[in-house]
């Protein structure tokens, strides 16, 4: 059984650039969520995906955005970055039946200067 | 707002005793709940899910939930160095899909 995997594992961008992240589910997985965690703090829901729509999302601005593609692998994309992006970007991916028992992949730690 | 709190500790306790971690949650709504292990510099772990009142055990681990009080908490028993980690308490935030995250307790287990 894959586990959920990530990339890259680091990232350093400039203020206003834009990033994308991605993300490729555990084996049979269908549906992804996307969290950002900054220190010190717990994860902080994005949005998630099922079937490549989006199906719920957190408190974010429009400028973070993502995809799911029909292997149920996801990319995160944020633009204008602020320093305040700066964070452990965490994905993770469950059942459509059981979508509250996730499991994370190793997180992407973005900084942004 | 929907909120899940812990005490952010930290949480010490002897190695071989029973480290007891807690979580009180605002949505009287709230029907299960999950424990998440977090090493520091890695991601959450899930180590437990509870969906009904009362106890679930799994090996040394034991969720009790306790909805008329809006109580969860998290027993690790017979301690050991390797339980040293940040425990995430969470709840679904049922209709847009979003899983709310309290701050975490570290826990360190003193040899």
């Known amino acids: 059984e894959t586990g959920v995997t990530q990339s890259p594992t680091h990232l350093i961008k400039t203020r206003g650039q834009q990033v994308t992240l991605r993300c490729s589910s555990q084996?049979?997985?269908?549906?992804v969520s996307w969290y950002q965690q900054a220190l010190g703090q717990g994860p902080q829901f994005i949005f998630q995906y099922y079937r490549e729509e989006e199906n719920g999302r957190g408190n974010f601005p429009p400028r973070f955005s993502g995809l799911q593609f029909p292997n149920y692998s996801s990319e995160l994309n944020v633009n204008a970055l602020e320093l305040d992006d700066s964070a452990l970007y965490l994905c993770a991916s469950s059942l459509a039946a059981v979508p509250y028992e996730q499991y994370f992949g190793p997180g992407t730690r973005l900084t942004v200067t | 707002q929907k909120e899940v709190e812990q005490n952010s500790g930290p949480l010490s306790v002897p190695e071989g005793a029973i480290a007891s971690l807690n979580c009180t949650y605002s949505?009287?709504?709230?029907?299960?709940f999950f424990w998440y292990r977090q090493y520091s510099g890695k991601s959450p772990e899930l180590i437990m899910s509870i969906y009904s009142n009362g106890d679930k055990e799994d090996g040394r681990f034991t969720a009790q939930l306790n909805k008329a009080s809006q109580y969860v908490s998290l027993l690790i028993r017979d301690s050991q160095p390797s339980d040293s980690a940040t425990y995430l308490c969470a709840a679904p935030n049922f209709g847009n899909e979003k899983l709310t995250f309290g701050t975490g307790t570290r826990l360190t287990i003193i040899p």
């Open positions: 084996s049979g997985h269908n549906t």
């Open positions: 949505d009287r709504g709230s029907q299960s």
